[in-house]
Nanobody, 115 residues
Framework: QVHLVESGGGLAQPGGSLRLSCGASGFTFSSYAMSWARQAPGKGLEWVSGIKIDGTDTYYAASVKGRFTISRDNAKNTLYLQMNSLKPEDTAVYYC????????WGQGTQVTVSA
């Protein structure tokens, strides 16, 4: 059974940093391009970042480019999102999933950026 478990969210001040993790199980993680998406209060799901199978190619939404870094550890079946220079508009629930064909969604991890 496929499981995606996001963690690492919390409260951060503007300009601060957080590192999100996504633990994957039930599928061959190393065979999937992966992504992060987020949903802010009252808004739809927004794609944030993607990474190819071996991590050599990464992609970012314009709103986070230069501030966020996606990475993966295929040996640990884990996806990461390093978030720096956080802004209040980054406040959202963050989810990981396949970059292409969606897998069952995890519960997400809440990120709140506020002074």
């Amino acid at each position: 059974q496929v499981h995606l478990v996001e963690s690492g969210g919390g409260l951060a001040q503007p300009g601060g940093s957080l590192r999100l993790s996504c633990g994957a199980s039930g599928f061959t993680f190393s065979s999937y391009a992966m992504s992060w998406a987020r949903q802010a209060p009252g808004k739809g799901l927004e794609w944030v970042s993607g990474i190819k199978i071996d991590g050599t190619d990464t992609y970012y939404a314009a709103s986070v480019k230069g501030r966020f870094t996606i990475s993966r550890d295929n040996a640990k079946n884990t996806l990461y999102l390093q978030m720096n220079s956080l802004k209040p508009e980054d406040t959202a629930v963050y989810y990981c999933n396949s970059l292409k064909d969606p897998l069952p969604w995890g519960q997400g991890t809440q990120v709140t950026v506020s002074a």
